[in-house]
């Protein structure tokens, strides 16, 4: 899906990849859950999560792998999580979707939701 011109996350979601839907919803789900007082929207062409102006949690579709952007300090402040995963300062790259550790999701979200992180799209 790579970049979409969705007006909405539902819309996103309507036209995502049908064997990846659910997981893309489950991850909108967590956010959500996770995420609370932050505003959903459509920014840079995927769903994003921010309280004020700066995104700092957002996932997509692309290709090859779903990836998860999550701040740079919340990255680190679990890199022994992340050890082995595809990942760089701040994306986490799912080639194989249904591998996805949702407790670790929650964990990071949570992470987010209590710092003061900078933009995780930086």
Known sequence: MAQSAAASVE???AEADPARAPVLARIRESALKNLPG????MRYGMPSYSRGDEVTFAFNSQK????????PRVHALNAEALKGLDAGKSCIRYR???????ALLDKLLRDTAASDAASACD
């Open 64 to 71: 090859q792998y779903v990836a998860l952007y999550v701040p």
């Open 11 to 13: 819309a996103w979601l």
């Open 38 to 41: 932050f505003t959903e929207a």
């Open 96 to 102: 194989r979707p249904e591998t996805i550790d949702f």
